[in-house]
């Protein structure tokens, strides 16, 4: 094969990456395949916006000013794979329906948890786990139960703090380490914690690192 069609040659996130499937419940997820690392959290706390900030691909995840708008788990991957045999994409981005959004009619609610346990409890494949706070608000209580399920399940799980750009740089740092102090003794969660801002552009070249470092990728 040229070296020039070795496309894991190529930067992670240098190049296009492509939206291939909305997954409404378990019997539709694709195939165990590259690794996986998804991006969970409450609803509207910033999941869509920071996967199309680490891509620079502003429309590729639906983002919305209204909660619960995200039903499926969305699988992003970066473009020019075929997709079978061994030409497998090096890994996937999965966007996540959030949890806690009190106004959505309960079976809709319920049937986005059962997903959101049921894949995060059961996928071999999913290498680490992004979990999305919003810097306003810190760590609630169905956050530590999504925290627990992943702990109970032995998932990889980092926190990001999310929209920094709406607090004062210093009330970031007090909020990591009060984030860190909170996870401490947490087996699966990974001891630090990030801050982004996906407006801004901060934090995304750690949090890159990080993906990266997670699938065993250079960047
Ligand atoms: N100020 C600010 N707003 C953000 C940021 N990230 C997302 N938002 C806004 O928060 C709302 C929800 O974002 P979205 O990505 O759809 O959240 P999701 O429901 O978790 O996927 C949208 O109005 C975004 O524009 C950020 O870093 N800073
Ligand atoms: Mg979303």
Known sequence: MPADRNMDEKPLFGRPWIFIRGVPSMKFLPPEGPLEVA???RSNVGKSSLINALVGHKGLARTSNTPGRTQELNYFVPEGYSGEGLDLPPMALVDMPGYGYAQAPKEH???WTKLVFDYLRGRATLKRVY??????HGLKKNDEEVLDLLDKAAVSYQIVLTKTDKIKEPAVDKLIAETTEKIRKRPAAYPFVLSTSSEKGKGLDELRQAIAETIGQSL
């Open 39 to 41: 991006f969970a959290g």
């Open 109 to 111: 609610v319920d049937a």
């Open 131 to 136: 979990v999305l706070i919003d810097s306003r």
